[in-house]
């Protein structure tokens, strides 16, 4: 089965670039990494969430504005795909995750995976995580008509962003999320999502383009009624 796990975290306590408890943390993913080998399908970094762009639909309007989707002290702050035979599996791995460590990881089994292989890097060009926020409905429930109404949307996005459009992922409703903690070497397994809120992650794409162009796309992505889209960049290790 195919898991999206979101790696959430305190900023404000987050190891810097170039500090020696930097390089320990990114010693512990690539050990992660090696431990994971194929079970990792896709995973990146994010940007600090004062990158964030976040678009809103409401009423048929369309606003843009500068920081993240919802200011929390925890935030989003990378994510993985995994394919692995079951949740136990998921949770085994997640739990050497480093931001499980600290914060939080929550597991949220996939609807529909999205994979296109290489598409082209032009000049100029940059990835962005853009996640898909909004009120929970039946759209979120495979089989149902409004799952399929859904995925249509989705299909002619897919058409408008071609080359742009890099991959993806739906996820199933927030009752199937489980959160994975580790405290003092305990594992803690809590079910339901992270955040208890109205507007939930429902999957997210992966685009690649300019800043202004890859906001313009994204103001594309449909969001349920009153939902939002952020956009974060990637935060590119090579």
Do not use: C, N
Request: charged share 20%; net charge negative.
């Amino acid at each position: 089965m195919h898991y999206l796990v979101l790696l959430y975290g305190d900023e404000a306590t987050g190891t810097q670039p170039g500090t020696p408890e930097w390089d320990a943390e990114m010693a512990a993913y690539l050990a992660f990494g090696e431990l994971a080998g194929e079970a990792i399908l896709g995973g990146e970094a994010l940007h600090e969430s004062t990158t964030a762009r976040t678009i809103r639909h409401d009423g048929g309007r369309v606003a843009v504005t500068d920081g993240p989707f919802a200011e929390t002290a925890e935030v989003l702050g990378g994510y993985y795909v995994l394919d692995v035979p079951s949740l136990d599996d998921a949770i085994e791995l997640v739990r050497h995750i480093p931001a499980t460590w600290s914060g939080a990881s929550e597991i949220r089994p996939v609807a529909q995976l999205l994979e296109l292989g290489e598409r082209p890097a032009p000049e100029g060009t940059q990835r962005y995580l853009v996640t898909i926020h909004g009120a929970e409905t039946e759209a979120e429930t495979p089989g149902t008509p409004e799952w399929e109404a859904g995925a249509a949307e989705h299909g002619q996005f897919g058409e408008k962003a071609g080359d742009a459009l890099l991959g993806g992922a739906a996820v199933h409703p927030t009752s199937t999320a489980s959160v994975v903690r580790v405290r003092d070497g305990e594992l803690l397994v809590t079910d339901g999502p992270f955040a208890e809120g109205a507007e939930v992650v429902g999957g997210f794409y992966l685009l690649r383009g300019t800043d202004e162009d890859v906001v313009e796309l994204a103001s594309a992505v449909p969001v349920p009624a009153g939902g939002a889209v952020e956009v974060r960049p990637i935060m590119e290790m090579d």
